[in-house]
């Protein structure tokens, strides 16, 4: 008989909530990831001790590989460690940077990986698709789909509040994204997949209509949630483009021309912004209203950029991404008309 479904790659198990790390050990022995704890973990600098420290009862024997930076070499370096051992999987714990190392090395080397995120900044906790840098610049790697997901709450609460707020710009971004898709799919033919729009959907819209405070559990659960549904509607789609258009043209412009100016999640959100104000999206006053609510960056200010800086970045976007079409490859808009909506855009929101 034909097969007459979809597959989804998706993870095996998602887990979100207070204590997850302390459970590691029966998780992977559960999920028959690993019987006997026999994998390699992969922390970041930040919480790693700690981290290190709470999983030692449930995993005596893994050894502990510290991710110093989040680039190809480190990813190498992990890869390396991998295949010096047999490992059922790696588990990578910590934020944005050591899951997509720990995410690549797993790729390479053919291991599952266990994704344990301690911080909700991005949308890559689940996602089939590792950002790392190779020779000063950010790339976007396919790999594998996370076979487990953790998000452990209380690492989550102990993280500043900006990584929060961060997380809010990547999952509503989606909204941005999604009409840029449809419009490559007006204008270019492209083929736009609904499931993975619905997935990526869902998760924007479970974030922007709450009205609960950014720390409490209620939100910290859906905005959790919403990044591993958006990582599982990219993985539907078999790339970023459910989650990514414009918006994150704009990011890697800004990654680009003043590096380590804002997180990834605040250059989205600023880049969203801008792009829904480009289309006369519907759905602006809305992003606006919960951005402004929970205090996200929305303006080139609010990521340390003047009009002059963020239109240098706007020109720059469509270079980014050049198999990409969005809002600004449609408009194709030359400096003089780029600095003009930029201005009028800062006119109109930035108070
Ligand atoms: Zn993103």
Redesign the pocket.
């Known amino acids: 008989m034909p097969v007459l479904a979809r597959m989804v790659p998706a993870p095996l198990s998602v887990e979100v909530r207070s204590g997850a790390i302390a459970r590691l050990g029966d998780l992977l022995a559960d999920r028959r990831i690993s019987a006997r704890g026999d994998v390699a973990v992969a922390v970041g600098p930040g919480q790693g001790a700690t981290i290190v420290e709470a999983i030692r009862p449930t995993l005596n024997s893994a050894p502990v590989h510290r991710v110093d930076s989040g680039s190809i070499e480190s990813a190498q370096r992990l890869g390396d460690v991998l295949r010096a051992g047999w490992y059922d999987a790696v588990v990578g714990i910590g934020g944005g940077r050591t899951l997509d190392v720990a995410k690549y090395a797993a790729s390479q080397a053919g291991l599952p990986m266990v994704s344990v995120a301690t911080s909700l900044s991005?949308?890559?906790i689940a996602s089939p698709v590792a950002s790392l840098e190779h020779r000063g610049r950010k790339g976007s790697y396919g790999v594998q789909t996370p076979i487990a997901v953790l998000v452990d709450l209380d690492y989550v609460r102990r993280c500043p509040i900006e990584q929060l707020r961060a997380g809010v710009g990547?999952a509503l971004?989606n909204l941005s994204a999604l009409a840029d898709w449809e419009l490559a799919g007006r204008e270019r033919g492209e083929t736009f997949d609904g499931l993975a729009a619905m997935f990526a959907r869902a998760a924007a819209e479970s974030v922007v209509h709450r009205d609960d405070e950014l720390t409490s559990d209620t939100f910290l659960t859906a905005l959790a949630e919403a990044l591993v549904l958006a990582g599982v509607a990219m993985a539907a789609a078999g790339s970023?483009r459910p989650?990514?258009g414009a918006c994150?043209e704009i990011?890697h412009a800004v990654d680009v021309l003043y590096p380590g100016r804002a997180s990834?999640?605040a250059q989205?959100a600023v880049g969203a912004m801008f792009a829904c104000f480009l289309r006369d999206d519907p759905k602006l006053a809305q992003i606006d209203a919960c951005l402004r609510r929970l205090e996200v960056p929305r303006v080139p200010r609010d990521i340390g950029l003047d009009e002059e800086q963020f239109a240098a970045a706007v020109v720059e976007a469509p270079a980014t991404r050049p198999d990409r079409y969005t809002i600004l490859e449609h408009l194709d808009m030359g400096k003089k008309e780029v600095r003009g909506r930029v201005d009028a855009f800062v006119r109109a929101f930035d108070r």
């Open positions: 991005h949308d890559g990547d971004s970023s989650c990514s994150h990011a990834h999640g989205v």
